[in-house]
């Protein structure tokens, strides 16, 4: 809970494209915290949406960083790991836009810089804080299988870096937390098609608990879709992180009918009978939480820094995730 007698954190937001305008709007709304600035390169925009919020539009990234104590870095990715470290420096927490930077070295840099500051970083993967993935907290148990679909239609947003960067490392991160055992093995391939780098790619990555990826990412489709399906031993969980929607088919032993064991809320789908086997199939449509995942991530990196905690997206599985997506790239780019 925030402390009431506490002043508000003074936020900032650095980049205020697209996304940064966002962040802005969300700080002022933010419990804990108030926003104290906003910088971007264009001056005019840093004008626009100061005005929008009613704050100041510093004129230097140095002026910005000395009138907060934390700040959303909402830059291009390869702009990244220069201004968090100048952040970092300045002794001020970074909450910082996913991916976390464009090179692996880089996000370990400013990892170790951070902890040697006593500095909060967490990153903005924000997919962690989605409805369909709340709705199904403590389910997943142990996957043994995920499939993956990240498609959107082409936008000269965020060119800077490949698809892997972009798009599929929300699906990577997602994988790494949801798994939680290293990967022993990497499949991929992808095509630049519009722009110079990797448009449309797959990996399949394998984990040491014999659990298998399959993940697709594509920024040339004609619809999007964000999807992720999750097989386990005895449950298969479907999440459709853009409605967003939940749903969870559940096996248990025994045949479907009166006195099934059945969970509250689960509708008997009918069942399977081969000889000695007979097994029940359970569906649910979970009910998802009305809730707007940046503000949420905002604000686990309001109660992160007011209580001296481990953040929920730390720089360090940033990083990993960052690691997994260069490897990804490098088999796409020597493919064939
Ligand atoms: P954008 O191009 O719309 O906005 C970037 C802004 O940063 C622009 O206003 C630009 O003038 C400004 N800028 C550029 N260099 C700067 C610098 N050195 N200092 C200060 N300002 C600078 O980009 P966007 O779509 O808002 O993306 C920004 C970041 O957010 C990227 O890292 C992207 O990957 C990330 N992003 C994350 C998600 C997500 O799902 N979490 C979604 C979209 C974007």
Redesign the pocket.
């Known amino acids: 809970m925030t402390d009431t007698t506490q002043a508000p954190l003074r936020a900032g937001v ?7 305008k966002i962040h802005a709007r969300l700080w002022g709304q933010t419990s804990g915290a108030a926003l104290a600035g906003v ?4 001056p005019a ?1 840093a004008e626009e949406i100061a005005r929008e919020n009613g704050t100041t539009a510093y004129r230097s ?1 140095p002026e910005l960083l000395g009138a907060v104590q934390a700040v959303s870095i ?4 390869s ?2 790991a220069g ?1 968090a470290t100048q952040a970092i420096e300045a002794g001020v927490h970074c909450f910082i ?3 976390i930077t464009a090179h692996y070295a880089e996000a370990t840099a400013l990892d170790t810089l951070a902890h040697s500051k006593g500095i909060t970083v967490q990153v ?3 997919e962690r804080f989605n409805a369909a993935l709340l709705a199904v907290a403590g389910m997943a148990g142990e996957p043994q299988f995920i499939e993956s679909h990240r498609l959107s239609q082409f936008s000269p ?2 060119l800077d ?1 490949s698809v892997i960067h ?1 798009l599929m490392i ?1 699906d990577i991160d997602l994988t790494l937390w949801l798994v939680k055992s290293p990967v022993t093995e990497i499949r991929a391939s992808g095509v630049g098609v519009l722009s110079d780098s990797i448009d449309i790619a797959n990996a399949r990555l394998e984990f040491a608990n014999g659990c298998v990826a399959n993940l697709t990412a594509s920024r040339i489709s004609q619809r999007s879709m964000r999807k992720m399906r999750m097989f386990g031993r005895d449950s298969y969980i479907s999440l459709d992180f853009a409605a967003p929607s939940a749903e969870v088919f559940r096996i248990s032993d025994g045949a479907a009918g009166a006195g099934t064991d059945a969970v509250a809320g689960e509708t008997l789908l009918g069942g399977i009978e081969y000889g000695a086997l007979k097994k029940a199939i359970h569906y649910q449509k979970l009910p998802t939480p009305q809730v707007n995942a940046i503000a949420l991530e905002l604000h686990e990196f309001v109660s992160a820094i007011e209580h001296g905690t481990v953040p929920p997206v730390t720089a360090a599985a940033a990083a990993e995730a960052l690691r997994i997506a260069g490897q990804i790239f490098s088999l796409c780019n020597h493919a064939g």
Not at 14 to 20: A, D, E, P, S, T
Not at 39 to 42: F, H, N, Q
Request: charged letters at 25%; zero cysteines; proline letters at 6%.
């Open positions: 650095i980049g205020v494209g697209h996304l940064g910088y971007d390169t264009d925009r990234l909402v830059t291009p990715t702009t990244h201004i836009e996913k991916p903005g993967h924000v947003r965020a870096v972009d929300h």
